[in-house]
């Protein structure tokens, strides 16, 4: 039973318990990863192209350049599911920042590849395209056209059988329809993007899904039943930190709370979505947020500041290349100018016409009340009326009882769905449940035994190394004993001769003088012997003098006449706390033995001592300008060379030394003091007990 098995137990037990509990990487660290090992594969295509997914909601300019280096890498692959990915995200990327022609391009690359490709990714291949031919369309403002495009893509993407692809063109498809006040193939549509996206467990798609349910009921006026759907939106974005989806949900919730009457709400998530808009450079989904921004100021005649924002929106709009949303921010202005023009007729008639063709209820409706406005500002009543009441017409038809119980039975028909799927999750959660409670009391039960074995264990071993200690107290009251004995007692019993000599009356004052010098030594000696005594029991740090103090003093001592000059050089900052008691103790002997032997044998003049440190390792080095000697006929295995060598080995050092005659002795010590070993772990453990049973057997004393 030692503590090294002690210390394997813990160490198990620590790694069953603790480590599962430290948390995974993220996913775009865990991309990130992937990417970095440069395999060149399509793994390496298929995580940069999931990459720019997450920093298209962050970082546009980023998501854009790992889809270049995705099309790069994929040409030698031959990968047109991976490769009409990057075509179709890069085109959308593109449109969103105002670079039409570009996203085109990237349309007719992934026309070609879509026709081009005949093996098991043609369904991918076609269902990109045709989904971002509808995409493109729809972001133009030609809803109409886009419809067929959507569908086809949603037809080979069903085939393709990728639910999260699915769930995708479902949702796209409901946004088309929510502009041409479609509203209950738009409100289907996103309940089964939603229903989908909760199948597949993609959150973000479960995100998008909330915040397009939210446009539904807004649009069509129903925005106590589009708060909730919004709500959840933004907190599913938050969770997820997409930065340009909080813009979109702080959008929902504006529309939602300005159809409350909640102004200052309303207002407030406006400027927070614009904020993001503008801080990820989304000049087109700006220009969208302007005129509602606009809408919002108009709403309460504030026309000033409607017609500014309006102006913006038309600027961002023009950079974007929509026509759209041009048509759209021109008639804005149009609806507020204090005194109407003919060019104002014209625009509103130009954008009434383009709005017909393309299906934008939404523009199309507003622009029949402008110009009722208009022509009733300029005394045209006839031509006011007619407008009104076309205006009225439509607005009934698209807001009409009927659609609206319609939409209302379709969401709770969905919630039906959703709390049956919710009971029989509920149920599996509760049975999971179950296993882990069971498994957790096993876990503990377990846990428990280990902790209790552990203890029994800590306890025989604490009791087995009292006893060792024990004994190695009273083997060192031996030794203690047997040193005081043989080295203090004799030089004791030689000052009391010298003493009795010196009393004697037939001594003359030349011997006495002498014998005097000699008591002197002989109790200087004792001093330094009961020192080393006491400093080699000493076992707490800050009890004992350091390695370099005691050199210094020793050497002092030794020489402490002027016969030899010594040169004492130790290094700044030498670290003693960070060497062991006995380390410290063995290399002092070892040094004290060496100046021993420079006094005996050397004849010398000077010595010089150096002790310093580097890499983890102590060097001391003793050079006399002695007799010297020829060191290739001195047998290491004689017994003070060989003492000095295993004192150094015991530490995993070396003893080397260098002479040869009349050219002096060169000594060196190497010693790492850095490295704690198992073994000397043990001692300084051992050491630190010995000086608590000493404590305590004082006490008991």
């Not at 005081?484 to 030349?510: A, M, P, V, W, Y």
């Amino acid at each position: 039973m030692n503590f090294r098995f002690i210390l394997t137990v813990v160490l198990i037990c620590f790694s069953g318990f603790f480590l599962p509990c430290f948390a995974q990487h993220e996913l775009i660290d865990s991309l990130k990863i992937v990417i970095s090992r440069n395999t060149k594969d399509a793994d390496q295509v298929n995580a940069l192209n999931k990459l720019s997914t997450e920093y298209s909601r962050l970082d546009i300019k980023r998501a854009k350049q790992l889809l270049y280096q995705s099309i790069s890498l994929n040409k030698s692959l031959n990968r047109a599911d991976l490769l009409s990915y990057a075509y179709s995200h890069l085109a959308a990327l593109l449109a969103s920042t105002g670079k039409v022609d570009s996203a085109n391009m990237y349309l007719s690359l992934l026309k070609s590849l879509s026709e081009q490709t005949k093996n098991t990714y043609a369904n991918t291949a076609k269902g990109y395209y045709n989904y971002t031919a509808g995409l493109l369309l729809k972001q133009q403002g030609n809803y109409r056209a886009a419809i067929p495009y959507m569908n086809l893509g949603l037809k080979y993407f069903t085939a393709d059988g990728d639910l999260s692809a699915i769930a995708a063109q479902h949702m796209s498809i409901g946004n088309t329809y929510i502009k041409l006040f479609e509203f209950k193939k738009a409100l289907d549509a996103h309940l089964s993007s939603l229903r989908l996206f909760t199948k597949a467990g993609n959150k973000r798609g479960v995100s998008f899904s909330y915040q397009n349910i939210a446009t539904d009921f807004y649009s069509m006026k129903m925005y106590a039943q589009a708060l909730p759907y919004a709500k959840k939106a933004m907190e599913l974005k938050t969770q997820l930190k997409d930065k340009r989806g909080i813009a979109g949900a702080a959008i929902g919730l504006g529309n939602a709370y300005e159809g409350l009457m909640d102004d200052k709400l309303a207002l407030d998530y406006y400027k927070q979505a614009l904020k993001v808009l503008r801080s990820l450079n989304l000049p087109q989904d700006e220009a969208e947020l302007q005129v509602m921004i606009g809408n919002y100021y108009s709403r309460k005649n504030n026309f000033i500041q409607a017609k500014s924002s309006y102006e913006r929106s038309l600027e961002l709009a023009t950079l974007a290349k929509d026509s759209s949303l041009i048509r759209s921010a021109e008639a804005k202005i149009a609806s507020v100018n204090k005194s109407p023009s003919l060019n104002d007729e014209q625009i509103l008639l130009r954008a009434l016409h383009a709005a017909s063709r393309d299906g934008d209820k939404s523009m199309e409706i507003d622009i029949y009340r402008y110009l009722s406005d208009y022509y009733s500002q300029k005394g045209q009543y006839k031509q006011a009326l007619h407008y009104k009441n076309v205006y009225l017409e439509v607005s009934d038809k698209v807001h009409n009882n009927s659609l609206l119980l319609q939409l209302k039975s379709m969401e709770e028909q969905f919630r039906r769905e959703r709390n049956i799927q919710e009971i029989a999750i509920l149920k599996k959660d509760r049975e999971i449940n179950q296993v882990r409670l069971q498994k957790e009391k096993n876990l503990k039960f377990s846990a428990f035994v280990i902790v209790f074995l552990l203890l029994i264990i800590l306890y025989v071993w604490i009791a087995n190394q009292r006893a060792r200690n024990m004994l190695q107290m009273q083997k060192l009251r031996d030794e203690l004993s047997r040193d005081l004995h043989d080295d203090i007692g004799s030089r004791l019993t030689n000052i009391q001769f010298l003493t009795h000599i010196s009393h004697q009356s037939d001594i003359d004052e030349k011997q006495k003088n002498m014998n005097l010098g000699n008591i002197r030594q002989e109790i200087l000696a004792s001093t330094q012997a009961l020192d080393e005594i006491v400093w080699s029991m000493k076992t707490s740090p800050e009890d004992m003098d350091s390695l370099t103090v005691r050199i210094r003093r020793y050497t002092g001592i030794l020489f402490e006449d002027d016969s030899i000059r010594v040169n004492i050089h130790i290094k700044e900052n030498f670290p003693d706390d960070r060497i062991y008691h006995e380390t410290q103790r063995d290399l002092f002997l070892m040094f004290k033995e060496i100046l021993n032997n420079i006094i005996k044998h050397a004849h010398a003049h000077i010595v010089n001592i150096d002790l310093s440190y580097a890499k983890g390792r102590l060097y001391l080095k003793i050079i006399d300008n002695g007799v010297g000697f020829d060191a290739s006929k001195i047998s290491s295995k004689r017994n003070g060379l060989s003492n000095l060598k295993s004192r150094a080995e015991k530490w995993n050092g070396s003893f080397e030394i260098k002479s040869s005659p009349g050219m002096g002795t060169q000594a060196l010590f190497i010693i790492p003091y850095n490295r704690i070993s198992f073994r000397g772990f043990l001692n300084q453990l051992n050491r630190y007990n010995r000086s608590f049973l000493q404590r305590l057997n004082l006490s008991k004393d």
